[in-house]
């Protein structure tokens, strides 16, 4: 959080340094020479990236210096006129900003769509692989351990049949709730597709990780103790693994459908 913030204050002054050059070369060039337009750089990039509020105080700083200049280049210039410049730079600021920031909103909307599953608020299944890879990498390189939980519903085929696609829903995004409620805030989230999720768990050994997914077990046993009554069986993956993050996936994947041949409502570990 602090080293972001520091890349914010960092971009901000570097504006703020664009600001002061354009500013200086105005003052420089020849009176009927007009460099104050170069403003609207400074303000679109920090709207862009810090937001419209951020923009309008560089709107408002930018101004002020355009009207200072004025009254230096062109000192016989009306009070009318003036403030038709003036209003027109900060008309056409308004239509730029905004329109950035409707493009940046959309711009988060999609990276939303491309990386977590709009159901259950999870990472989907692209997302979840490609964290996994990093926190593969991670484990391996500081010889740590790390664990994946691999989770599939029982019967979940058989709630849709009996209740409907909105139940289903309805229970997918209940189990979604149940897991994030159960794990920690390092552990990270991801539905793989249709009633399969998984877990990935850095820094945690065996013991630890088999514990959590038990825990994880019973908690969505517990929320639903009605109608449907829905269980889960769950494949543990833990150590500092070899292989790739589809490899591990393939086998926490194989310990789960071996939860389910034991009986399901369970949990099978493999080293």
């Known amino acids: 959080m602090r080293k972001s913030a520091l890349r914010r204050a960092a971009w901000l002054l570097g504006n703020a340094g664009l600001v002061a050059l354009v500013c200086v070369l105005d003052r420089v060039t020849p009176p009927h020479v007009h460099l104050g337009v170069l403003y609207v750089l400074p303000v679109l990039l920090v709207t862009w990236q810090d937001g419209v509020q951020w923009g309008l105080v560089f709107a408002v700083l930018t101004t002020l210096l355009r009207v200072r200049a004025g009254l230096d280049q062109v000192p016989d210039a009306s009070p009318i006129e003036r403030a038709l410049n003036e209003g027109s730079y900060l008309v056409v600021l ?27 608020g999870a990472l989907n299944a692209r997302a979840f692989l490609g964290h996994l890879e990093y926190e593969l990498g991670r484990a391996r390189r500081y010889g740590r351990p790390m664990a ?58 065996g013991p630890v990780a088999h514990a959590a997914a038990a825990r994880l077990a019973a908690g969505i046993r517990s929320v639903f103790r ?46």
Do not use: C, W
């Open 94 to 120: 308004a239509v730029a900003m905004s329109g950035l920031a409707q493009l940046r909103r959309t711009q988060e909307q999609l990276e939303q769509l491309a990386t977590f599953d709009p159901l259950t």
């Open 148 to 205: 994946l939980l691999y989770l599939d519903l029982d019967n979940f085929k058989t709630v849709n049949d009996r209740h409907g696609h909105d139940t289903g829903d309805a229970v997918l995004r209940l189990v979604g709730d149940a897991i994030r409620q159960t794990v920690r805030r390092a552990d990270t989230v991801g539905r793989l597709g249709g009633d399969e999720f998984a877990v990935v768990m850095p820094e945690t050994d």
């Open 226 to 271: 009605g109608t449907p009554s829905v269980t889960a069986s769950i494949g543990v993956l833990s150590g500092t693994p070899a292989g790739t993050a589809e490899e591990l996936l393939r086998r926490a994947d194989q310990a789960m459908y071996a939860a389910k041949r034991s009986g399901k409502d369970r949990v099978v570990e493999v080293a």
